[in-house]
């Protein structure tokens, strides 16, 4: 009795999770494979279209036979670089017509013509021509033939879909793409934005902790940056930086801090003379660095504060009593409470920075020295459409994604088995 | 007293002074008034002297008295002896001395006698620093943002830093960027199509996370346990390594250029974390509840339409907001997916009237302000269920 229960349950169990695990897994699971496969292929952006064979119905008169028709059908094979094989060509009649001189290719059969035209090459055109002629003696109605579109099938190969595979594309990721840059970039980024973003959150998190007039109205303030979108807020800061017309460089020039605009997007390096040494920044990543911090420390400050209102406040009490400063509170009660949340977040942010691609393709497009990987993706598949080749750095992102995911479950597993 | 504590009380309030004063000189520099400087030596100097006044003066004064004094002598200096300023300013001035005022005025010689009074006094006054800092550089670009969607081509290159209004003009004048989006680049038609996209998301994301996450919270079957634990390691998964075989089994497919295509990839993007954040609430709903139902012969159907539901509408709030503002703000998807102005979300209408250098820039922000404004607002009102939201769903993003 209960054997057939469980395997109720179990059925149950099944039926409920399947549509979401298929969607999962159509949508998310098979690209990550399919990236596999596309990154050993050559493909390029306009190599994904199916070839199709195509047909433009044209019907004309014949000047000295009102009682016939000519139809001219412009047949041609829509890919420039594969064939089309077995092309099948099918086209109804109205019922008082018939043709006269068929071509060999073709026959009726009620009403309908069908026609074999075999392979066609790549860029294979053709104009076929019918005759057509009234079989009760009645005017040809020119406009019925000429509504009613013909149809046609072949079967082609399916670039994606044979199975040559090669190399080049990832000799190419590494060797020709300036791989150590793009990786330096990604990680100057991911690193210095998860850590700053982090540093805010702890900051904010322990301004919003305290008593203070209008503290949730702050607390929903310092959300902003994370919910509003992505686009909105990018155009913003662009127009905000701007060189010249824009707001910030137009107030640094007005109160005297600096005497030339900063293209802050815009320009890779700037040389500060630092007691004699010539330091290069780079500027544009460092903008975009700081955009990024701008927005993701709320999720930080989220988190950490979260945490810090379960922090008993008993802790801080005996800690007053013993003596303690604001400083010597935050360092041996605030810090060692939050040092959990804080490991998770930065492996977290660590994995989303790493792959953060909508704000640095607003701000600057990769240009000025802000190229990351995944903006790479983008350029190699859609900018120089080549999609082997952002097929194969996309392995790339997540060849490394793995390796951080492995050392993130390490470190929870380790962290779980302490406690 | 302490000296030390003296010292650094003087230097950390001045300079909070200062941060106050130069906020308010940069707000008043942007309604057109000319400012070359911030003054920092005679402003902390000020500062100084008003905190080491305050601690001298102490308790021997009223303290109402006591600011409104001080608060008259700055003003009097700042906006009279060292640059002539206009009323509205001094009275700016003014109300943020009496502010600064009241703030210090609990520091007096007892106070910072006592035992870490520096510290506590450095750590308060950091805080103050702290929120007026992180709330004008937070609030900055949305007021950036609103204003110069009011503002005109010519006006923003005449001055960039003229933030004024005219609020004389005529209304359809003022609103004019607002009308140009809506008449000419079809705005109204994005919002629609951005609704759809989303309220469509949210839909289809709880009809396939619900039963998902009442299996997983409840029933037993083999593979429950991989299951939950791949949900997440699958949301670790960026959009930015599906975006090339979804655009080309898109493109062969002929899903692309649909609304259709968009709301099954944000679904799916979606469910993973819904299905967590819901699991986890189904498990603390009592179980006897679904004994007693299952006694009253109630299939799964029933048990999730009858008392799962109506138990976790907080929980499902919190989903459905969460994802609806995942897919009103969502951008690369669209950039790939769509590119017929017909079918354009708001993200991808705003960035391809970008695309076009000739845009006027006040349209560009009007834009902005429209997809920004519904999320921000969304955000205040439900804010206790987003927040809980973004705290389960926070590895996205």
Known sequence: MSDTLSKIEKRTAYILILPAVFLVFSIILFPIFANVWISFKEVGLKDIRIPEPRAKKIVKSIKDNPDQLKVIYKLRNSSLILEIRDVKFQDKLPKNIKPINLDERCRVKSNKIYCEFGNWDAKYRENFQILLKSSDGKQLNKKELKTIKPKLTGKSDNILLNTNFTLKNFKK??????????????????????????????????????????????????????????????????????????????????????????????????????????????LALTTVIIFEIWRYFPLAFLFILARLQAVPKELYEAAEVDGAGPLQKFINITLPQITAVISILFMIRFIWNFNKFEDIFLLTGGASGTRTLPINVYEQGFTISDIGMGSAVSIVIVALLLIFMFVYFKLIGKRADEN | MKTKSLIYYALISSIFLFSLVSIWKILVTLQGIELKNFNFAIIIALGIAIS????????????????????????????????????????????????????????????????????????????????????????????????????????????????????????????????????????????????????????VTLVFAIPAAYAVARLNFFGKNFLSTSILIIYMFPAIVLVIPLYTVFSQLGLRNSVGGLLIVYTATTLPVAIYMLQGYFRSIPKELEEAAIMDKLNWFGIIIKIILPLSIPAISSVALYVFMIAWNEFLFSLMFLDNPNSFTLSRAIQYLSGDAETPRQYLMAGSVVVTIPVLLIFVYFEKYLVSGLTAGSVKG
């Open chain 1, 173 to 282: 990721v590494f060797f020709q793409n300036d791989f150590f840059d793009l990786l330096s970039t990604t990680f100057y980024y991911t690193f210095f934005g998860t850590i700053g973003s982090i540093v805010f959150g702890i900051l904010t998190a322990q301004l919003v902790n305290q008593k203070f007039f209008g503290r949730t109205f702050m607390r929903s303030v310092l959300l902003f940056p994370y919910v509003g979108p992505v686009v909105a807020l990018a155009y913003t800061w662009e127009l905000l930086l701007d060189p010249y017309s824009g707001t910030l460089n137009n107030l640094l020039i007005n109160f005297q801090v600096i005497q030339e605009p900063l293209n802050l997007l815009g320009q890779k390096y700037l040389t500060i003379n630092f007691f004699g040494f010539d330091l290069k920044l780079r």
């Open chain 2, 52 to 203: 080491l006044l305050n601690t001298l003066i102490g308790d021997k004064l009223n303290y109402i008295i006591k600011s409104t004094f001080f608060a008259l002598i700055f003003t009097f200096i700042d906006g009279y002896i060292v640059q002539l300023m206009p009323v509205w300013y001094n009275i700016g001035i003014f109300g943020i001395l009496i502010f600064f005022s009241l703030k210090i005025n609990k520091y007096n010689q007892k106070y910072l006698a006592t035992e870490h009074s520096s510290q506590i006094v450095v750590f308060d006054f950091l805080t103050l620093f702290g929120i007026v800092l992180f709330s004008f550089v937070i609030l900055f670009p949305f007021y950036m943002m609103l204003i110069t969607s009011f503002k005109t081509q010519a006006a923003l290159l005449i001055n960039p830093l003229d933030f004024s209004i005219n609020f004389n003009q005529d209304f359809k004048e003022l609103f004019k960027s607002y009308f140009v989006i809506f008449d000419t680049y079809k705005f109204g038609r994005y919002i629609l199509i951005s609704t759809f996209v989303s309220v469509g998301t949210v839909i």
